[in-house]
């Protein structure tokens, strides 16, 4: 009789965990599929958008896990028109969590910032580096945490050579083109001196569209930026120089935007639009993932590739 009611225990309890868990999974999913409008919806003035992972223009064919996918400057464009067309936004947070990316998606997000009609601050987290930081020069103002990752205001450019590999093996390169630099770059041969005064021309001019852009977007003097030489800061640091114009948590970052607004903050983050199939999707994924552990523009022609990213 003991054996039998300590069983019957152990089944209730059993039980009793399955259903606790499946009843969080299902407002967890509940809580995805609906993006937090299920029931009755809080109030709020003022929309957060997320730059989170390096970033890209759309969303990339590989499913890396959660929490490591790329920022797709599509989507935080689309999640800034939205937030700037809902009736119910005055200002915006755009917390940054970047080192940086492709050169055009990253304008392409600050122009949605600087667009916005209403307070804007960036908010950097952990790195706000490079195109990072060029979204934020869109922004009224940009704050970091004093050990944040603040700066990186330049520009690289990368090809790879595969002539000494081909020579090798035994492979020769050869390319009918019209127009002299047509064929610049092309990894299977060594690069010639005028083709990398071309190529090195284009990054120096990505480079000085950088240095434009922050000079203007942080009413910084053009040589102070570039006098940062691409380097790295962390939050202090960058405040001294003027990279950043305060230093503080989040909820600080939402209390000055209470200031500008002369109310009360209240914050709702806006995400991507998806289909229902695509939340099902994504939040099942994040809930098997929490139970297990419980982890640059590109000129191209042909067959030519350089890579040109902000880092």
Not at 38 to 55: Q, R
Not at 181 to 189: F, H, M, Q, S, T
Not at 251 to 265: F, K, Q, S, Y
């Amino acid at each position: 009789m003991v054996a039998d009611e300590d069983s019957n225990r152990s089944t209730m309890l059993a039980a009793g965990l399955a259903g606790a868990a499946a009843t969080l999974g299902g407002k967890y999913l509940l809580t995805r599929l609906t993006r937090g409008r299920f029931g009755e919806e809080n109030e709020y003035n003022i929309a957060k958008v997320s730059v989170s992972g390096p970033i890209q223009r759309t969303r990339s064919r590989r499913s890396p896990l959660p929490g490591q996918r790329a920022a797709t400057a599509d989507e935080i464009v689309e999640q800034i028109t939205r937030a700037d067309d809902d009736e119910a936004v005055e200002a915006l947070l755009v917390e940054l969590n970047t080192p940086g990316g492709e050169v055009l998606p990253s304008d392409d997000i600050r122009r949605a910032a600087a667009d916005f009609d209403g307070p804007t601050i960036a908010y950097a987290t952990d790195t706000c580096a490079s195109g990072g930081y060029w979204i934020a020069s869109g922004c009224d103002e940009l704050w970091a945490r004093d050990l944040s990752l603040v700066g990186s205001i330049g520009v690289v450019g990368s090809r790879p050579n595969a002539a000494g590999l081909a020579e090798k093996l035994g492979i020769s390169y050869e390319q009918f083109t019209a127009g002299e630099y047509k064929d610049a770059g092309v990894p299977l041969r060594e690069i010639e001196a005028d083709e990398r005064e071309y190529l090195q021309s284009i990054v120096d001019g990505y480079y000085e569209q950088f240095i434009a852009t922050v000079s203007d977007g942080r009413d910084m003097d053009p040589e102070a930026v570039r006098n940062t030489e691409a380097r790295i800061y962390i939050g202090s640091d960058a405040l001294e120089l003027g990279l950043v114009d305060e230093l503080g948590t989040e909820d600080a970052v939402e209390t000055r935007l209470g200031e500008l607004l002369g109310c009360e903050p209240a914050v709702r983050e806006f995400e991507p639009s998806q289909s229902l199939m695509q939340r099902v999707g994504m939040a099942a994924e994040r809930v098997a993932f929490a139970a297990g552990n419980g982890v640059a523009n590109t000129v191209s022609g042909g067959d030519r590739e350089i890579d040109i990213t902000l880092k």
